[in-house]
């Protein structure tokens, strides 16, 4: 998937360079933004060409980028001004509790459903107590190699149902968890907060 989005970077920016390309995507970020609690910066997780990340500090918020491919990240930080970090989901190399709100649109599917519990717990180790997750997926069962929407080569496509999601958020530690459909065919937003201290 690496070689693949470094590879197709530029075509992929085409295809997905605009909210306008996602009807209802700016109403989702505004609505996780809004959600925040506490300060802080937002992750955003697989930011692609940065089209979120920019919407994000539309609304005020500082963001941190972080992307698997280079050249994604490349031309999301030129786009967006801010901190870019070339990372592996799965070991983030950030401090605990770093965040006050991470956005994950359209990368976890992309990730084994093997692999997606570490994935999320590391997303759990970087995130603020008090802090909030939103994460979007495609409703399904299974998993494999699918040509997708926006690209002409196959990617890996992990499905879920949301019951399913939101049990394993509630697995990791998420609290508050909430799944909402997209509008946008199968695709539906999951979300939860990471327990403030003291809280019971």
Same mark, same amino acid.
């Given at each position: 998937?690496?070689?693949?989005?470094?590879?197709?970077?530029?075509?992929?920016?085409?295809? *997905?360079?605009?909210?306008?390309? @996602?009807?209802?995507? %700016?109403?989702?970020?505004?609505? !996780?933004?809004?959600?925040?609690? &506490?300060?802080?910066?937002?992750?955003? &997780?697989?930011?692609?060409?940065?089209? +979120?990340?920019?919407?994000?500090?539309?609304?005020?918020?500082?963001?941190?980028?972080?992307?698997?491919? /280079?050249?994604? =990240?490349? &031309?999301?930080?030129?786009?967006?001004?801010?901190?870019?970090?070339?990372? +592996?989901?799965?070991?983030?190399? @950030?401090?605990?509790?770093?965040?006050?709100?991470? #956005?994950?649109?359209?990368?976890?599917?992309?990730?084994?459903?093997? /692999?997606?519990?570490?994935? =999320?717990?590391?997303? !759990?180790?970087? =995130?603020?107590?008090?802090?909030? &997750?939103?994460?979007?997926?495609?409703?399904?069962?299974?998993?494999? #190699?699918?040509?997708?929407?926006?690209? %002409?080569?196959? /990617? #890996?496509? *992990?499905?879920?149902?949301?019951? $399913?999601?939101?049990?394993?958020?509630?697995?990791?530690? @998420?609290? +508050?968890?909430? *799944?909402?459909?997209?509008? /946008?065919? *199968?695709? @539906?937003?999951?979300?939860?907060?990471? $327990?403030?201290?003291?809280?019971?």
């Amino acid at each position: 998937m690496r070689a693949l989005y470094d590879s197709k970077a530029a075509q992929y920016r085409l295809a *997905t360079s605009s909210l306008a390309q @996602f009807p209802g995507l %700016d109403q989702e970020i505004g609505a !996780f933004v809004g959600s925040l609690r &506490i300060g802080g910066p937002v992750l955003d &997780i697989g930011c692609g060409a940065g089209r +979120d990340a920019e919407h994000i500090v539309e609304l005020g918020r500082p963001v941190v980028l972080s992307d698997i491919s /280079r050249n994604m =990240l490349d &031309i999301a930080r030129s786009r967006v001004g801010a901190a870019a970090v070339h990372c +592996d989901m799965a070991a983030l190399p @950030f401090a605990d509790g770093a965040f006050a709100g991470i #956005w994950m649109c359209g990368s976890l599917v992309h990730i084994p459903r093997a /692999r997606q519990a570490g994935v =999320l717990g590391e997303s !759990f180790r970087v =995130l603020a107590p008090g802090g909030r &997750i939103a994460i979007s997926l495609k409703e399904g069962d299974g998993e494999g #190699w699918r040509v997708g929407e926006r690209m %002409d080569e196959s /990617r #890996w496509f *992990t499905y879920w149902r949301q019951e $399913q999601v939101s049990d394993l958020l509630r697995d990791i530690g @998420f609290r +508050d968890v909430v *799944t909402e459909p997209s509008g /946008r065919g *199968t695709w @539906f937003i999951a979300s939860g907060a990471r $327990q403030s201290a003291g809280a019971h």
